[in-house]
């Protein structure tokens, strides 16, 4: 009973966080009165719980700083995020609700129940707000440095079209959509409606860094970024289970169609393996090098673009760096991977720190957030069969005839494209490896 009484205050202390500094609770077993602030206990022979009888559950003072981690304490709030993003790496990998979630929507639920049960200030803190800044600033230049735009058109073939295919629905279908969800979508979430409806678009053409990058460039409040987020992993949750269902059975593409070129899949492979085993290995050298261009980049993005366009031009600037300079970029590249991957992790547990002050977001933007993302989904879809069976037509073929090379619109490519374009890089991989394409 005593253990329920504690869990009682603490239940108050999340619905009322304002109240719960210097205030009073009382509770009375038979005619002992008990009370917290004076920290006099009951008499354990005379204890009836059936007696307790709650008098005022506004009055509380806890025995326990709520929240555990000072909103003030800036070292304190970044060592808890930090040990978020470590765990999420682990949890997201060796767990089955971890690998179903991904690390980095991990790394918001714990962030998000810690900022619920108290051990996080509810609302977020300013050590959060500095961490979420350099992570997402830093972590986009630094994930690019392993680009080569060179060798895409040579290493994705009929794949890139098909991607560029993927994207293409993904816009349209994102602008079908938005008319038919503006005004709910600004009742829901005011201005940051139309931020969070783009972010989404970007989001569905390469992944979760396109999210979090145009937020970020927007300026949309945390909990309208944690809303569109979450809400948006529902729907992942059916779209990828689907593209596994639709993927399964289907042959590898070297068994269907003829190389054109010298370059096969299995040489690709096999040199992509050496490019990776190729590239140098982290060292102090090598950390310090991918920093120094993933700062540079950020500095000349916020000195050109300003806040709303330092993103795109870091993210530019980058790129031009890995065509100018490819061995500098090449041997950075793995370290900077591994630092903007990391940085990735942080950003989303900042995400969902602010706890349950997040929950109304969620609640009032579900449904319109929800009606805009099947729209999205089912648009996106509908498009690329569309288009697959107009191009089989105007060959002569039948919709879900056997064909010896269908290019861009073979189902194998479309798939990975649509869920390389709805998830990113490792949902790709992923879907590609479970069928042993």
Request: with cysteine.
């Amino acid at each position: 009973s005593i253990v329920i009484f504690y869990l009682i205050n603490l239940g108050s202390a999340f619905t009322f966080p304002a109240k719960c500094k210097k205030v009073y609770r009382s509770f009375h077993y038979d005619e002992h009165e008990v009370t917290f602030g004076e920290r006099r206990l009951p008499d354990l022979h005379n204890f009836h719980p059936r007696s307790l009888t709650i008098l005022d559950a506004s009055f509380l003072e806890l025995p326990i700083p709520i929240p555990l981690i000072a909103e003030e304490s800036l070292w304190g709030n970044i060592a808890v995020l930090s040990a978020i993003a470590s765990a999420s790496h682990q949890i997201g990998q060796k767990t089955f609700i971890g690998r179903l979630l991904g690390p980095p929507v991990t790394a918001m639920a714990i962030a998000f129940i810690l900022g619920s049960i108290g051990i996080l200030n509810p609302g977020g803190s300013p050590g959060a707000k500095v961490v979420q800044l350099l992570s997402i600033q830093l972590a986009t230049p630094l994930l690019l440095l392993g680009v080569n735009i060179r060798e895409c058109r040579q290493r994705c073939g009929p794949l890139l079209a098909a991607f560029i295919l993927a994207a293409i629905s993904t816009i349209i279908a994102c602008l079908t959509a938005f008319p038919f969800c503006a005004n709910s979508l600004h009742k829901a979430l005011g201005a940051d409606g139309l931020k969070i409806a783009a972010a989404l678009m970007a989001k569905n053409i390469g992944g979760g860094l396109n999210y979090v990058a145009v937020c970020q460039s927007l300026n949309a409040s945390p909990n309208a970024v944690a809303a569109g987020l979450c809400v948006d992993n529902i729907f992942a949750l059916i779209y990828f289970p689907l593209t596994s269902a639709l993927a399964a059975g289907r042959p590898d593409i070297s068994d269907n169609i003829k190389t054109q070129s010298d370059h096969s899949p299995d040489m690709l492979v096999k040199g992509k393996a050496k490019e990776i085993e190729s590239r140098t290995p982290i060292n102090p050298e090598t950390i310090s090098a991918a920093l120094t261009v993933g700062a540079l980049a950020t500095w000349l993005g916020e000195t050109l673009g300003g806040q709303a366009g330092a993103l795109p031009i870091s993210t530019t600037l980058t790129i031009l760096f890995t065509v100018i300079c490819p061995r500098i970029s090449k041997c950075i590249s793995l370290s900077g991977e591994i630092l903007g991957t990391s940085l990735l992790y942080l950003f989303f547990a900042t995400a969902g720190a602010p706890g349950l002050s997040i929950a109304d977001s969620v609640r009032s933007a579900f449904l319109p957030l929800g009606v805009f993302l099947s729209l999205l989904y089912g648009v996106h879809g509908a498009i690329l069969f569309l288009v697959r069976s107009i191009v089989l037509l105007a060959r002569g073929k039948k919709v879900g005839e056997n064909a010896d090379d269908e290019g861009a619109v073979l189902p194998q490519r479309l798939l990975v494209a649509s869920s390389a374009a709805i998830g990113g890089p490792a949902t790709a991989c992923a879907l590609a490896k479970a069928n042993n394409w």
